[in-house]
């Protein structure tokens, strides 16, 4: 008998016991027993079966399939402490959610996973079939893996008449044969990206790997996020021309040469971010020749960037498109997915049965990454 009927017949039985003191005793000993060898929720047959015990009037369910609003009520069992709700999902899901137990908003007290996100940390599920492709981890034989660095920088920046700073990641080995050209991969939300993404250490990964040739990092926090991510052209010019110069400036003091081939140099950024890397790209070809861009929000400033005249550089830049599928991006994704195909424009599209999280971008991003690679031998087939 699997580990779902063995469960579901022992939901039942609490039903058939008549002393009020031994069902709960029987209730809370379930709990502890799907806790202790599953944890919550159990992902079974493509449904997930979430459990809270204790004394609560009413447990609900918020997520990222809800649009985290409180959509999804727990059910009594047996009259006991012990709540269930049953929800059916794909069967490649990840995604995140939290209690909501009288009102009051809770991680999962019997799931050890969560996911940091900027606004906190959620619970975090996978289903049955979810294939961990994140390299968020050492690749195997990795244990003397040697980590980059990353270090602070400023700069003026004429574009936005102020001071900005930056942090550049250089992988551990760069600086020992100058003659070697890096790829280069410019990060928005940088600040995020380093704390919550962890993106360097899916770099170092991905290289330990050897799935990924040596490649450099420019991480750029905003100063003022909806401002300037929504196009604004003097903040891409600071990215693109200002921060671009100053990055390959000081790499090149330390032995450590980029290439200049734009297709080298990738942007990347999520939501916001995503839009604004696509864009960046699209004005300053020359600099930046390629591009992931994850759940990216081209509803903002009235769909603009679907204009022919905005994607009249698309041919020259490679595209890699990725979006979440559970409230997430997925619609416009695909309409300029198709947008950039018909301008002849080499790019590829990937979905992930994912929400607008963190937890997604990070755990995709490595997949963005040797789709990028992908793209690139492409071009070199083709000529």
Avoid at 261 to 288: E, H, I, Y
Avoid at 302 to 321: E, M, Q, T, W, Y
């Amino acid at each position: 008998m699997n580990k779902l009927k063995t469960y579901e017949q022992q939901l039942v039985d609490l039903h058939d016991i008549e002393d009020k003191a031994e069902r709960e005793k029987k209730a809370a000993a379930l709990y502890a027993t799907i806790k202790r060898e599953c944890g919550t929720p159990m992902a079974l047959e493509g449904r997930a079966h979430f459990f809270f015990y204790g004394d609560a009037s009413h447990v609900m369910l918020a997520g990222d399939w809800t649009y985290w609003q409180m959509a999804v009520p727990f059910e009594r069992v047996a009259e006991t402490k012990l709540f269930q709700a049953v929800i059916e999902f794909p069967r490649t899901a990840r995604l995140q959610y939290k209690l909501v137990v009288d009102g009051n908003w809770i991680l999962d007290p019997g799931n050890t996973h969560t996911s940091a996100e900027g606004f906190g940390v959620n619970s975090e599920f996978w289903m049955d079939e979810y294939e961990d492709r994140s390299f968020l981890t050492p690749p195997p034989g990795s244990k003397t893996l040697q980590r980059g660095t990353i270090t602070r920088h400023s700069l003026h920046s004429e574009a936005l008449h102020e001071d900005r700073e930056f942090f550049l990641f250089t992988p551990h080995n760069a600086p020992a044969d100058p003659l070697v050209e890096h790829q280069l991969l410019m990060v928005h939300d940088g600040g995020e990206a380093i704390s919550i993404g962890r993106f360097h250490y899916i770099l170092d990964h991905l290289m330990a790997a050897g799935k990924l040739p040596s490649t450099c990092a420019i991480f750029i926090p905003p100063h003022n996020r909806h401002t300037e991510y929504a196009l604004n052209k003097n903040y891409e010019r600071f990215c693109a021309e200002e921060v671009m110069s100053k990055a390959v400036e000081i790499w090149k003091e330390r032995g450590v040469t980029i290439s200049q081939d734009p297709q080298d140099r990738c942007v990347t950024g999520a939501s916001l971010g995503g839009l604004l890397a696509t864009q960046t790209a699209l004005d300053f070809p020359k600099q930046l020749g390629a591009v992931i861009a994850q759940s990216p929000a081209y509803w903002v400033t009235r769909g603009a960037i679907f204009r022919p005249s905005a994607l009249k550089n698309a041919p020259d830049i490679l595209f890699v498109l990725q979006t979440g599928t559970v409230c997430d991006a997925r619609e416009l994704t695909r309409i300029m997915y198709a947008r950039l195909r018909n301008v002849g424009a080499e790019t590829t599209c990937l979905e992930y049965v994912q929400g607008h999280t963190w937890g997604n971008w990070r755990t995709n991003l490595a997949d963005g990454l040797l789709a990028w690679q992908r793209l690139k031998n492409v071009v070199l087939e083709h000529g």
